[in-house]
């Protein structure tokens, strides 16, 4: 496939914006311009504490900045999202939305900056577009009754999600909508069920998304008026099945799709083992640092785009490893970043010569979405170490540590950092969101 490795910082279908979608781009390439240029610089942060689980920020216009998220009611109240557009520099709330039904699924879902200027959030089983005040124009409750795991936004503008399911669950389904209606215009049952979020691709030959699956990865070829299942490239990458736990998200780059395994970890499993979504038994103890339900290392999973040729590297000596996030690969520097978020332990893997080569590790415990700057060789990401989480700054190349900063948070998970693009970062965790400024 001829998949183009130049970065895309404006995308088709998002409001002319560097960070219009989680990741910031269908590709989820995580890479933003410039840098936090963090060696030998001071930090400034900004925290706010609350009770609400923060999941990510995307930038519409210059300056307008929206947080979205929903609430950690994993029992007792009715659970909840919402949408805030917030001040960067203060971080207080200019408009928030009102509640935003969620069919009572407790899970992260996302938000999108629409190239019509609205602004697209998933949560549970709605979907709602809201104006820039964060009022709802539309509410929509979608067809497959279960968490929606993130959405997307094709080129012509329609909107896709997909319901998330586990091994031995049925069936999981991509829905496609209208972005000015919601009307739905088609779903897409898949062969398997699917936990990670879906990546797209727009190249030469098409528009395709990326979808990781229970033991293969598919793909879906966008036919302008339908998605078709890609019957000739289903590599997979999952056979062992004790032995592995399921792909999260993947990152399209350099050709192929990268991704890591190990991520239906215990408190995940007891997410999705209960209808609605998340709606556990009081007494049901969530903590993604219980140990692994599989005996395997932690993986890096390369696939060929063109040939579905599967690469694998074990970067962590120890059995058991787990993540709650997906990997990231910088082309222009050589080098992929992988973790070990159970076990501990951050990896920088040379990509030369097609090879996959450890190049160094880093003693810390990441969890969650990173940002990567190539031009200033920075990877931003967090490390979770005694009850408390720290942004950390990490030079790609060598695996130094430049910078690590305490946001003032007692939870980490699996949320999204965001550049704010003026050497600064959004973070996002449950109970926490915060701004750090390197000066």
Known sequence: MNNSTDREFQHPGYYKSPWPVECGGNRRQKAAKGGVFARGSEAKVISVVSDKWNVMVVRRDENEFYLGGTMPYFNGPKPFGWVQRIDSESLE??????????????????????????????????????????????EKKLPIDRAHNGLLILS???????????????????????????????????????????????????????VPGISSIWRLKFNEKNLEIDQEWQPQYRKEKGAQGLAWDGCISDGSLWLMDNGDIDSVRQIYGVHPNGRVNENTHLSWRSPAPWTGKQRLLKVDLTTSKLSVIEPFDRDGGGIIAPPVNVPELETCIAWDSLNGGLA???????????????????????????????????????????????????????????????????????????RDIFYCTTGTFAKVTWQ
């Not at 899970?107 to 709802?136: F, S």
């Not at 829905?175 to 691709?201: C, K, Y």
């Open 156 to 210: 012509d503008g329609t909107i896709v999600t997909k319901d998330c399911r586990l091994e031995n669950q049925n069936n999981s389904s991509i829905t496609r909508l209208d972005p000015n209606t919601l009307e739905v215009l088609e779903t897409v049952q898949l062969p398997e069920g699917s936990m990670g979020r879906i990546a797209s691709d727009l190249t030469s030959e098409g528009e395709f998304i990326y």
């Open 348 to 422: 920088g893997i040379s990509t030369k010569n097609g090879n996959l080569d450890l190049a160094w590790t880093l003693a810390v415990r990441p969890t969650m979405q990173p940002v990567v700057f190539p031009e200033s060789k920075e990877l931003v990401i967090n490390s979770f170490e005694n009850d408390k989480d720290f942004l950390i700054v990490v030079d790609i190349q060598t695996g130094e540590l430049l910078s690590k900063v305490d946001v003032n948070a007692r939870l980490a998970n699996g949320m999204f950092l965001t550049p704010g693009f003026n």
């Open 93 to 138: 709330i200019i408009n928030e939305s009102p509640n935003l039904p969620c069919g009572d699924h407790v899970w992260c879902g996302a938000i999108a900056a629409h190239e019509n200027g609205n602004i697209i959030k998933v949560n549970g089983n709605y979907m709602h577009v809201l104006d820039t005040d964060c009022q709802v124009l539309i």
